[in-house]
């Protein structure tokens, strides 16, 4: 396999190149570094998140947009699909960087390509992929577009000058926001398998899709909704080779937590990711088709739950 952060810089390059028609702003730090604001600032949109996406995958995933309806509200789903899960999903697109600065006062999630420079997470070795170039992108979820502080760190984590480092960048709270969420459905599942200690190299091609969460610049309902977008309206197809007694603890119903809204769960945490249980972090319901086997279905989706949080009125 190729590097994956060398696919993910000609995705950049492409983003850079029609900034314009995709609203979205390049920026180049005083170290170097190129900032592109996604939605921060910029207005991004549908075909800038879905870009960012492939970005995030390192152009492992096909990402489009479709239409559906929630509750009977015409609503549009992002779709993924890949061949290479576990290095598309796991050691590129997974939010396994926390960013979180003092001086000056920073804080995001990163995600990308630049995290396989790095390979500490217990994934790369799991997939034992661990990546080498000199140039590097990680997609930063912030309320705030990140400085030289934050490029210089990723640059000394990647190994790299930070002028090979690119910075896309965007809140919660926007329409690539949304995008970009709903098109990590299936690394959910993956994440999930992964924990529940399935070899992800067994899974050969994943698809899902979620809807799309109406966009809030509040970001705490912006948070709730999109991955209320996930656990109850998202859904995932694997094709795994291996069999196993673990499928029915992927989708989010086996969560205590199941049935309450995102926004709710946050509140009660704190806002602390670290003190909400893992399981509520998985779609609403996940099809597992093992070659030569069975097929196992499980979960649920709620469009009740979903029309509640994404505020929808007829």
């Given amino acids: 396999m190729d590097s994956i952060n060398r696919m993910a810089i000609e995705l950049v390059d492409e983003a850079i190149d029609f900034a314009d028609e995709l609203r979205v702003d390049v920026y180049e730090l005083d170290s170097g570094a190129t900032v592109i604001d996604f939605g921060v600032n910029a207005e991004g949109g549908v075909e800038a998140g879905m870009l960012l996406s492939e970005i995030e995958t390192a ?15 015409p609503t549009p789903r992002i779709e993924l699909q890949t061949d290479h899960p576990a290095l598309a999903l796991l050691c590129s ?7 979180d600065f003092e001086d000056p006062p ?41 400085g030289d502080r934050v490029a210089e760190h990723v640059a000394d ?10 910075l896309p960048t965007y809140a919660t709270g926007s329409l690539v926001g949304s995008v970009t969420t709903a098109a990590r459905v299936c690394e959910l599942a993956m994440f999930r398998l ?25 970001e705490g ?25 673990v499928f029915d603890r ?25 003190d909400i249980p893992e399981t509520v972090f998985a779609p609403a319901k996940v099809t597992v088709d093992v070659v030569n086997g069975p097929t196992y279905v499980h979960g649920e989706t709620d469009e ?4 509640e949080s994404f505020d929808i009125r007829s």
């Avoid at 999109?226 to 998202?234: I, R, S, V």
């Fill in 93 to 99: 697109q997974k939010a396994g960087w926390e960013l």
């Fill in 106 to 146: 920073f804080e995001g999630l990163g995600s990308g390509p630049a995290r396989a420079l790095v390979a500490e997470e217990d994934e790369f070795h799991a997939v034992e992929y661990f990546d080498e170039f000199d140039l590097t992108v990680l997609g930063i979820e912030s309320i705030e577009l990140p």
């Fill in 59 to 73: 152009g492992l995933a096909t990402i489009q947009a479709s239409m559906d309806d929630v509750a009977g509200a």
């Fill in 194 to 218: 992964f924990e529940l200690d399935y070899d992800p190299r067994n899974v050969l091609s994943a698809f899902g899709s979620a809807p799309l969460a109406p966009v809030s610049y509040d």
């Fill in 221 to 245: 309902v912006a948070m709730g909704r999109t991955n209320d977008a996930l656990a109850y309206g998202g859904e995932v197809h694997l094709t795994v080779t291996e069999d196993a007694d």
């Fill in 157 to 166: 984590m990647a190994g790299i000058d930070p002028n090979g480092v690119f």
């Fill in 304 to 307: 009740e739950m979903l029309a």
């Fill in 250 to 274: 992927v989708a989010s119903t086996v969560g205590d937590e199941y049935g309450t809204p995102f926004q709710q769960i946050f509140e009660e945490a704190d806002w602390d990711f670290y």
